[in-house]
């Protein structure tokens, strides 16, 4: 049986979904550098990046030599090749131009260079997520790309992925046609595709969850998950199991092979943030990822896909997974 390649399926779009070329070529360079990325995910130790910088993000988080590092692979990969007008980083406070003596295209790449990073240092899967949009027309205005080109709902995204490193390195590739998993062939050099239509199931009986944050939820949150651990003795009727490794790329990843819902809700703490995760770099590409896979995402009171976004990190609370659970969870928020 041949294997399909990555850029044998991207070529294969192009012809019969009338996938533009440039975002096949865009798509394949992300992809090559989400390979560079896991071969530096891979040294740990050996290649002296484990373990932190003496920066923060703008999101106040301090910053692991990883996700710097990872940081540095995507822009230098994609700032050169023609087909972006212009990228955003979880990393970055600002939005990144494209140096002027490169070639500008149409559209947007926004990522989180690695997700889950609090993992790295204990060898725990983690992951790169990204996100492409079709950059405004500008009318033929000069000068920097601000900020307002990138706010544009998660309904508007060409395409999304992420790549996780785990045992083996996967990308988890959505056009908008559905979910295709490919996996790297590092003799090869390849990613080759593994899994040709991934669904979501509707229904579970598996949860993500910090449950150490327990006493800081919403009281709907708190209703749906007492419910959970009722088990088959609860309105519920049924037995779950928690699962919760605290990198959303690898929770995701285990909910689209066996189903399961993941939860960031609100947290009482910070009453004035709607949420943790970060709605352009988490949560628009893993809802469309997960939309696509037959599953749900709401941020507990509407569909996160159709958020219009207010800034480049802006956060949102998360309820994803398996269809009968998410809208389980969100009927709570709205009753």
């Known amino acids: 049986m041949s294997r399909v390649t990555l850029s044998r399926y ?23 550098a989400c390979k560079a990325i896991s071969h530096q995910v891979s040294k740990g130790a050996l290649g002296g990046v484990l373990g932190s910088m003496e920066t923060e993000n703008v999101q106040g988080e301090v910053q692991k030599k990883l996700d710097v590092i990872s940081n540095e692979i995507l822009l230098e990969a994609n700032e050169w090749g023609g087909h972006l007008a212009g990228m955003a980083s979880e990393e970055m406070d600002n939005a990144y131009q494209i ?26 899967s983690v992951g790169t997520i990204f996100s492409v949009l079709r950059c ?50 590092r003799e090869l050099g390849s990613f080759v595709m593994t899994h040709d239509s991934i669904k979501v199931p509707e229904s579970t009986q598996e949860f993500a969850i910090n449950m150490s944050n327990q006493r800081h939820w919403e009281a709907p949150v708190q209703r749906y998950v007492s419910e959970l651990l009722a088990g088959e003795a609860g309105p519920l009727e049924k037995n779950y199991n928690m699962r919760w ?10 909910i689209l092979t066996r189903g399961g819902v993941f939860m960031y809700p609100r947290d009482s703490r910070e009453p004035e943030k709607p949420g943790k995760l970060r709605l352009m770099y988490e949560a ?8 696509q896979a037959g599953g ?39 009753a």
């Open 245 to 254: 490794i605290a990198s959303m790329v690898a929770d995701v990843h285990r």
């Open 10 to 32: 991207l070529i294969e779009q192009t012809r019969s979904h009338n996938t533009p070329a440039d975002l096949r070529f865009l798509i394949e360079v992300v992809a090559r």
């Open 296 to 334: 749900a995402a709401t941020n507990g009171t509407q569909r996160i896909l159709d958020i219009q976004p207010t800034s480049l990190h802006q956060r949102v609370a998360v309820f994803l997974g398996s269809k009968d659970e998410v809208e389980r969870v969100t009927g709570y928020h709205q």
């Open 99 to 124: 140096p002027g003596r490169y070639p500008k295209g149409a559209y947007l790449l926004v990522f989180d260079p690695l997700d889950g990073s609090s993992n790295i240092d204990v060898n725990v």
């Open 136 to 185: 405004p027309d500008r009318n033929g205005e000069e000068g920097d790309l601000g900020e307002e080109a990138f706010l544009q709902p998660g309904t508007q995204q060409v395409a999304a992925g992420y790549a996780i490193y785990g045992p083996q390195t996967m990308l988890l590739l959505t056009l908008g046609n559905g979910v295709k998993g490919f996996t790297l062939d």
């Open 284 to 291: 628009n590409p893993m809802s469309m990822i997960i939309e």
